[in-house]
């Protein structure tokens, strides 16, 4: 009984799954090939059993008698095979099968015109059935690889859009600490320093207050008033003051455009991602359900990625408009060699959906919700 457990493995391999599923949709084939092969099994049977039966016949062999022919070689008798048409079943199918094991074979003339009329007749009875069961295996097998394909198309566009969606949080993050910056705040603000240090800074004391300087600021020292030293110009004080590197007003304003263009790609890519996987999903749904031709399918879907593949070339600020229409226009015209095509079931709702999507596609090309 252990032995079927091995079923069990059905409900974790796909490959078991897979086979469950074609002959559960090929069960009218296998109602038929049985039929057929029951008639053939029938009528081949009697034919044969009549043809090589041969006489009964006591001998000394056989002192109770038996069914006899003659052998191979036509100079002996041997005893028949053919014993009864139940027992012609085996040779029917094996002779149908074309397997031939050779424990039984007719040697009369008639005998052998029926197993060659069974053979013949077996690869036909074989073949109609099976085509049906190899259409449905390989439909089932390509939904399977379809589903397979869109989970990773799936997954391949949240990933996407999750690195998209962090690096635009990241260039938006660094465009304002620039213009914190920009405006004098710092992005961490720490303890002010003292309005006696910067005063004591500026005017040449070395950070030291005015009552520091006339203690002597240490042993030995000699007291000084700050009135006793000369003090720096106001030039002098005011360049002590500023920053040391201050960037022009030029390379700021570069900054925040590619700042910007980081941003806009950024969400553009993620919105392309997104709407590329929309659209090639329906292209390859419509293929399933016959809405548009083999050929149409294969060409759309390579319009589709010539696009996607303007998002791998570096420092990418602007997707090629002249391209994305040209696919625009390429779509469209499979779309009407789909509806000239008498092999395609297609409808206005279809051209409709498809183009739509297609449309959407494209406008997440030019990144229609950010500022100009």
Request: glycine share 6%; proline share 4%.
């Amino acid at each position: 009984a252990r032995v079927f457990r091995v079923f069990k493995m059905g409900k974790y391999s796909k490959g078991m799954s897979l086979l469950t599923n074609v002959l559960l949709l090929s069960a009218p084939a296998l109602k038929l090939l049985c039929f057929f092969s029951l008639i053939g099994m029938i009528l081949f049977g009697s034919m044969i059993f009549f043809c090589e039966q041969g006489e009964w016949m006591v001998t000394a062999d056989y002192p109770d008698g038996a069914y006899l022919r003659r052998d191979v070689t036509g100079t002996a008798f041997e005893p028949s095979p053919f014993l009864s048409i139940p027992t012609c079943f085996w040779w029917v199918i094996v002779t149908q099968t074309t397997v031939g094991y050779g424990d039984m074979f007719p040697v009369t003339d008639a005998g052998k015109v029926v197993g060659s009329i069974c053979m013949v007749s077996g690869i036909l009875v074989l073949a109609l059935p099976i085509t049906i069961i190899g259409a449905n295996f390989s439909n089932e097998y390509g939904r399977v690889q379809s589903e397979e394909k869109r989970e990773a198309m799936e997954l391949a566009a949240e990933l996407a859009e999750d690195a998209a969606r962090a690096e635009v949080e990241k260039a938006l993050k660094e465009a304002e600490e620039k213009k914190n910056r920009k405006n004098g705040k710092p992005a961490n603000v720490g303890r002010a320093p003292s309005f006696t240090f910067g005063m004591g800074k500026a005017m040449g004391l070395g950070g030291k207050s005015s009552a520091q300087v006339a203690d002597g600021g240490g042993v030995g020292s000699t007291a000084v008033t700050p009135f006793e030293l000369e003090l720096p110009s106001s030039r002098t004080m005011f360049e002590s003051m500023a920053p040391s590197r201050v960037p022009s007003m030029v390379d700021e304003s570069d900054s925040e455009d590619e700042d910007e263009d980081v941003i806009r790609m950024s969400k553009v890519r993620s919105d392309m991602n997104r709407k590329s996987s929309d659209l090639q999903l329906m292209i390859r749904d419509y293929l399933d359900e016959a809405k548009v031709s083999q050929r149409a399918s294969s060409a759309m879907l390579d319009e589709v990625n010539e696009v996607l593949d303007l998002l791998n070339e570096e420092e990418t600020i602007h997707i090629d408009s002249e391209k994305v229409m040209a696919m625009v226009n390429m779509l469209w015209y499979w779309l009407r060699k789909c509806d000239a095509d008498p092999a395609v079931v297609t409808n206005k709702r279809t051209r409709e959906l498809l183009l739509k999507a297609t449309l959407d596609f494209a406008s997440s090309t030019v990144g229609l919700d950010m500022p100009r």
